[in-house]
């Protein structure tokens, strides 16, 4: 077998050298590699061997089902047995193996969908009903040969790299606790959920690699480059060389922007830039303070609902936010209303998916639709507010309506906390997210109802240029310095300067070097982002003047096409330092 190198999209950054753990269905994972002769004897071992644990496991089912249900339904899992004694069937899955030179897993696959075709081909529905039987039985079959997944993640002893067809933003999130070291999937883009939470959690990551899964096999070893968006599977001795120096050099570099997190985020003209961390769960707030951050610019507070299995009351909401404002010891709290929806379903959203999610009940939609459970966040962060300093927005505004609905609902929610007795912050600041289109051309009209603004430019790409976030597809197209972004990006800035509201930005963009003079140029002095990227922000914003950076955002304000903003913002971060910045010029 020899070394694959798999081109896929950078989403967070580290190198990792680890062996493969593949997770996903089945079918998604099966590899599809060719084998060797000598592995063919081997390989029919296996398939054996799963065939009779397949046989052992309906054995036990019938027998279940006999004792439970009677002998009459336990007969269903004669067709079951039946297949797995026929011997046309198995003779014609071992050819596979020996002719084709296939894996047990992958002979297994065509074999039985053969199958599932032939049945299909009969039109009724008795053979419609033995087509999925045999899906049925292929699923034990590989399920046998590939091991039983999350049971396996959970009792990782050793560090393993998670390959995956795709993960959910919440499968995501609960890597945390095993021993995964890093992540890559055949689908994603590099603002997608999935990708947030791997920054947010720390797991280097490739996305959208494609062809990954069908290449990688269970115990492989793998070096996932999460700098420059390359997986290498079963890498030479020279290539894990390269890969060791490579890591050893960014781990030094790392190191040495850390040494900045006691110093001022400061231009070298004196202007003084906010830089805020983004969290998706309360201790993410030791991260932001480590690395310097002035205080959470954007709490995604969904990952509540993400990860337990029924959603929470007000008593969850508080202690969440208490946790959060305790180890802020003083410094903003911006807490975000759920935003669920688009690709952060829950466990009911789920079963009942929508057509087009993104364009769906998600974000404040959602929460005004489930007034019940938006009554309990809201009421739980009145409560919050009145031991730190709190401000709450709210996502994916569209309309006026929405955000005067929930601010009246905010407005009752304190009159009845004032009856009670219980205190909160009377003039906690209550602010939008600009993130759709519409209110970024309705700026000016929502500054007037709003105490502040925070640009999320991850929705806003994607509805202004018609691009998915987490399609790797279209990931291409995915343009944050696209003339019509930086142009929204802009009257946004200016709508809330002329209202005198504050104004932040919170998208992936913030924490993106490249971006980061255009942004103040154009007049942002809040930046919002993943925690870990607070120091090498810091670094542009210590080597730059304020001139240099609006000198650069009125040349780039006159540019009509990505590729002019693009190759302008490489080449004044290229002149900054190439040595420090080298890794976010490359093209
Ligand atoms: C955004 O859309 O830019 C944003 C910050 O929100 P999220 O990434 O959670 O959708
Ligand atoms: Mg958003």
């Known amino acids: 077998m020899h070394m694959e190198r798999i081109k896929g999209i950078a ?19 099966v590899p599809h590699r060719t084998i060797s002769e000598s592995e063919v004897p081997g390989q029919l071992e296996r398939l054996a061997k799963a065939l009779a644990g397949a046989g052992a496991e309906i054995a036990e089912l019938r027998e279940r089902t006999r004792v439970e249900l009677g002998e009459e339904p336990a007969k269903i ?4 047995a039946g297949l797995l004694r026929d011997r046309a069937l198995v003779t014609a899955t071992e050819r596979r193996v020996r002719d084709t030179r296939v894996t047990a897993e992958q002979a297994v696959a065509d074999q039985f969908r053969v199958l599932v075709d032939q049945f299909n081909r009969m039109g009724n529905e008795v053979f419609e009903q033995k087509a999925n039987d045999v899906v049925d039985l292929e699923r034990r079959v590989l399920g046998v040969l590939m091991g039983k997944q999350e049971s396996r993640l959970a009792q990782l002893t050793e560090e393993a790299v998670v390959i995956a067809h795709e993960l959910t933003p919440s499968q995501a999130a609960s890597l945390v606790r095993t021993k995964v070291v890093a992540v890559a999937t055949d689908l994603g883009g590099r603002t997608g959920h999935t990708s947030i939470v791997a920054r947010a959690v720390g797991l280097p990551a490739v996305v959208g690699c494609q062809r990954l899964c069908g290449s990688v096999e269970d115990g492989d070893e793998v070096i996932v480059d999460g700098n420059e968006g390359i997986v290498i599977v079963r890498p030479d001795a020279r290539t894990l060389e390269e890969y060791r120096r490579k890591h050893e050099r960014a781990r030094r570099s790392r190191e040495a922007l850390r040494e900045l997190s006691g110093l001022e985020a400061v231009t070298k003209d004196g202007v003084r830039v906010q830089l805020m961390g983004n969290i998706e769960f309360p201790h993410e707030v030791e991260a932001v303070l480590a690395n310097g951050g002035d205080g959470v610019g954007l709490y995604r507070t969904e990952f509540l609902w993400l990860t337990s299995e029924r959603p929470p009351d007000e008593e969850d909401h508080f202690r969440a936010y208490m946790r959060a404002i305790d180890l802020l010891k003083g410094r903003p709290l911006t807490i975000r209303t759920c935003d669920l929806g688009a690709d952060k379903y829950t466990q009911e959203q789920m079963a009942d998916p929508e057509r087009n999610p993104f364009l769906g009940l998600r974000s404040i939609r959602h929460s005004l639709a489930h007034p019940a459970e938006f009554k309990m966040q809201l009421r739980a ?4 507010s009145a031991h730190g300093p709190v401000k709450t927005m709210f996502p994916l505004v569209s309309n006026l309506m929405e955000l005067r609905q929930a601010k009246l609902m905010l407005a009752d929610l304190g009159e009845e906390l004032e009856d009670e007795g219980v205190p909160y912050d009377r003039s906690m600041p209550v602010g939008v997210m600009i993130e759709v289109p519409s209110a970024a051309l309705m700026s000016r009209v929502f500054a007037a109802e709003s105490s502040f603004f925070s640009i999320g430019t991850n929705d806003l790409v994607q509805y202004t240029l018609a691009v998915d976030r987490g399609n790797e597809r279209v990931a291409h197209l995915y343009q944050s310095g696209h003339p019509a972004v930086v142009y929204l990006v802009k009257s946004v800035v200016r709508a809330a300067r002329s209202a005198q509201i504050d104004c932040s930005l919170c998208g992936e963009m913030a924490g993106e070097p490249l971006f980061s003079m255009l942004l103040l140029g154009m007049g942002l002095r809040t930046l919002s982002m993943v925690p870990d990227q607070i120091p090498v922000i810091k670094r542009v914003i210590r080597s730059v003047t304020m001139d240099q950076c609006e000198r650069l955002a009125r040349r ?18 290229r002149k900054l330092d190439p040595d420090v910045f080298g890794q976010w010029v490359a093209e």
């Open 11 to 29: 989403v967070s950054p580290g190198i990792i050298v680890g062996r493969a753990f593949l997770v996903g269905t089945a079918e998604q994972v």
């Open 77 to 80: 899992f004669e067709f079951h």
């Open 381 to 384: 962060i009145l409560r919050a």
């Open 556 to 573: 780039v304000g006159s540019f009509d096409s990505e590729r002019q903003v693009e190759t302008a913002l490489r080449d004044e971060l």
